[in-house]
Structures are given as structure tokens and as C-alpha cells.
């Protein structure tokens, strides 16, 4: 009887520890816009790193405006994807967030009638609009026919994250609409 209790407890340690991810744990990105990164993480596991992404031209921080080129921060949901884009592979945000539009509203960027819109949308777990002040069709493509000496020397999109079309096709394993990314 002791062994047995003792069997089972080490059994529960050792897989509590050891076991791999469950699959009911969700699938989420990560996008480090400093060390210009891109994790695929399920639970506490990475299953995927990439790294020389690009980001927008003028860095990543707080979307003021459509052509900024600036990266929005924050954490969206894959709203829709085109695998038929210019850019080989869409994924596309649901950018503006709540706490995008928030931010723009209270700092002028944005007025009541289109931050009412982005609402209503992520209420509805919509899409939100694409065409306000803040701009849209943000997220994570590849190349296309781009060139890649090009992506390995800057960053060059208008505020989306771009990797080469063989990280992207690699990404397509992991991710659809509804997956989680976090960009900070």
C-alpha cells in the first residue's frame, strides 16, 4: 500500500513536471518588437522562435494615425486571414484594440462616433473597423514577391510585423483566426 501511494505521488511529480503541453492549452504569439523576435507558445512551452522580423518603419509604440508606420503594442486576436495576399500570407489583427481606441480617444486621435464603432465591433467580437483615423489592415504577413536582402537590413512595413514567406508558411502550422498575439 505505502509503495503503491508512493508510485502515485512520484508519478504526479514527474508528469506535473516532465509531461509535455496539453493540448487543450491555447496556442498564442508573442512579437518582441525590440529584439525583433516572434515566439509561438503553447502553455509554458515555445514551440517556434523566429527571429529577423521587420516591423514598421518608424518602430513600434502608439498608433496616431493611418501612415504612421509605427507598430501598434498590445494583444489582438487573428481577426481574419488571407492566404491568397500580395504578401504570400495575411493574418490579420483585430486592431484596433479596446485599449488602442481608449488611449486614441483620450488623447485626441480618435473621435466619440469611431471609438463607439471599434466597441460595438470587439462586443460583437467583430472585426473592428479597419478604416478609422487609427488606420488598419495591421498583423503578420510575409515577403511576397519583396525582397529579402531588403527585410534583413530594416524595418520596412507600415506598422505590421513581416517575416520571410518561409517563416510565415512555418506560422500557418500554428495559427488561425482567433489566435492570440501579444506585441510588446
Same mark, same amino acid.
Given at each position: 500500500?505505502?509503495?503503491?501511494?508512493?508510485?502515485?505521488?512520484?508519478?504526479?511529480?514527474?508528469?506535473?513536471?516532465?509531461?509535455?503541453?496539453?493540448?487543450?492549452?491555447?496556442?498564442?504569439?508573442?512579437?518582441?518588437?525590440?529584439?525583433?523576435?516572434?515566439?509561438?507558445?503553447?502553455?509554458?512551452?515555445?514551440?517556434?522562435?523566429?527571429?529577423?522580423?521587420?516591423? #514598421?518603419?518608424?518602430? $513600434?509604440?502608439? +498608433?496616431? @494615425? !493611418?501612415?504612421?508606420?509605427? %507598430?501598434?503594442?498590445?494583444?489582438?486576436?487573428?481577426?481574419?486571414?488571407?492566404?491568397?495576399?500580395?504578401?504570400?500570407?495575411?493574418?490579420?489583427?483585430?486592431?484596433?484594440?479596446?485599449?488602442?481606441?481608449?488611449?486614441?480617444?483620450?488623447?485626441?486621435?480618435?473621435?466619440?462616433?469611431?471609438?463607439?464603432?471599434?466597441?460595438?465591433?470587439?462586443?460583437?467580437?467583430?472585426?473592428?473597423?479597419?478604416?478609422?483615423?487609427?488606420?488598419?489592415?495591421?498583423?503578420?504577413? #510575409?515577403?511576397?514577391? $519583396?525582397?529579402? +536582402?531588403? @527585410? !534583413?537590413?530594416?524595418?520596412? %512595413?507600415?506598422?505590421?510585423?513581416?517575416?520571410?514567406?518561409?517563416?510565415?508558411?512555418?506560422?500557418?502550422?500554428?495559427?488561425?483566426?482567433?489566435?492570440?498575439?501579444?506585441?510588446?
Amino acid at each position: 500500500m505505502r509503495f503503491s501511494l508512493l508510485f502515485i505521488f512520484f508519478t504526479l511529480i514527474y508528469s506535473s513536471i516532465f509531461s509535455p503541453t496539453h493540448a487543450d492549452e491555447k496556442i498564442w504569439v508573442l512579437i518582441n518588437t525590440s529584439e525583433l523576435r516572434l515566439k509561438v507558445i503553447q502553455g509554458n512551452k515555445i514551440l517556434a522562435v523566429m527571429d529577423n522580423i521587420a516591423i #514598421g518603419q518608424n518602430g $513600434a509604440g502608439m +498608433k496616431t @494615425h !493611418k501612415g504612421d508606420d509605427i %507598430t501598434p503594442l498590445g494583444t489582438y486576436t487573428i481577426g481574419w486571414v488571407n492566404n491568397k495576399s500580395r504578401f504570400h500570407k495575411f493574418y490579420g489583427f483585430t486592431y484596433p484594440s479596446l485599449q488602442n481606441a481608449k488611449t486614441a480617444l483620450l488623447n485626441g486621435f480618435l473621435n466619440n462616433n469611431e471609438y463607439n464603432k471599434i466597441l460595438r465591433a470587439h462586443r460583437k467580437k467583430q472585426v473592428p473597423p479597419q478604416n478609422t483615423m487609427l488606420g488598419g489592415h495591421i498583423g503578420i504577413h #510575409g515577403l511576397g514577391a $519583396a525582397d529579402i +536582402k531588403i @527585410h !534583413k537590413l530594416l524595418n520596412w %512595413t507600415h506598422g505590421c510585423i513581416a517575416l520571410t514567406n518561409r517563416q510565415i508558411d512555418q506560422l500557418a502550422r500554428w495559427v488561425g483566426k482567433g489566435t492570440m498575439v501579444t506585441v510588446e
